[in-house]
């Protein structure tokens, strides 16, 4: 079945910088898209893409949906505490939405 | 336009009580999911149904797991006779056309199997 590879699997950030993460795929995925999830809730869709090389931003969280449609990146800017949380991506082939492993934010002590 | 619901948001069964989660798409969305996820790990797909229709059901168990969307009302996923490897968080997402398109979450079920 189709699998996506989100990396890094955790990361921690302090407050101002940027970071990035993932997914990859041996499939080729028709949308891709960016949820956050926060501890006792479900995720929340961040950013949706629907083209290939299509980048797009939402404040300070910018995606790509990479040209050969295997693969997408999430970057957020001047990070914020806030920020903490599980990032999923997701791939949508026609009915299947599948999921990344997820990459967990943390904050540096 | 109000978001997906879902209900119960905790529900605590005895091993081998029947469980029933519900969830309302979002309006003018046919198009349900169900995942499931345990403690720290990521969204694993149970099955997948339009109204009427259950479209995939490659992600669930073969016993005790059903789930329906009937024409009118919410989703349901039923466990019969849960065990306590069912303890979990149940998510639903609902979509407004189920093929390439976003989808939305609602806040979960967390099933607590005693």
């Known amino acids: 079945g189709q699998q996506l590879n989100q990396s890094p699997q955790s990361m921690f950030i302090q407050e101002g910088e940027d970071v990035s993460m993932n997914c990859t795929s041996s499939s080729i995925f028709n949308t891709w898209l960016w949820y956050k999830q926060e501890p006792g809730e479900g995720p929340v869709l961040l950013i949706a893409?629907?083209?290939?090389?299509e980048l797009t931003s939402n404040g300070r969280l910018t995606a790509q949906f990479g040209i050969t449609r295997k693969d997408s990146f999430l970057n957020i800017s001047a990070s914020i505490p806030s920020d903490v949380g599980i990032y999923f991506c997701?791939?949508?082939?026609?009915?299947?939405?599948?999921f990344g492993g997820g990459t967990r934010v943390l904050v540096k002590p | 336009n109000a978001g997906v619901m879902q209900n119960p948001r905790h529900l605590v069964r005895r091993r081998g009580q029947e469980a029933r989660l519900r969830c309302s798409p979002m309006?003018?969305?046919?198009?349900v999911y169900w995942y499931r996820q345990l403690p720290e790990e990521g969204l694993k797909f149970m099955v997948y149904?339009?109204?009427?229709?259950?479209?995939?059901e490659s992600g669930m168990p073969k016993e005790r797991f059903s789930a329906e969307f009937p024409k009118e009302g919410p989703s349901i996923l039923r466990i019969q006779q849960v065990v306590r490897g069912d303890s979990a968080a149940y998510f639903c997402a609902s979509s407004p056309r189920g093929r390439d398109t976003e989808a939305f979450f609602g806040q979960g079920t967390r099933l607590t199997v005693v």
């Open positions: 893409l629907y083209k290939a090389g």
């Open positions: 309006k003018g969305h046919s198009h």
């Open positions: 997701a791939g949508t082939a026609g009915n299947k939405l599948t």
């Open positions: 149904l339009q109204k009427e229709n259950i479209i995939d």
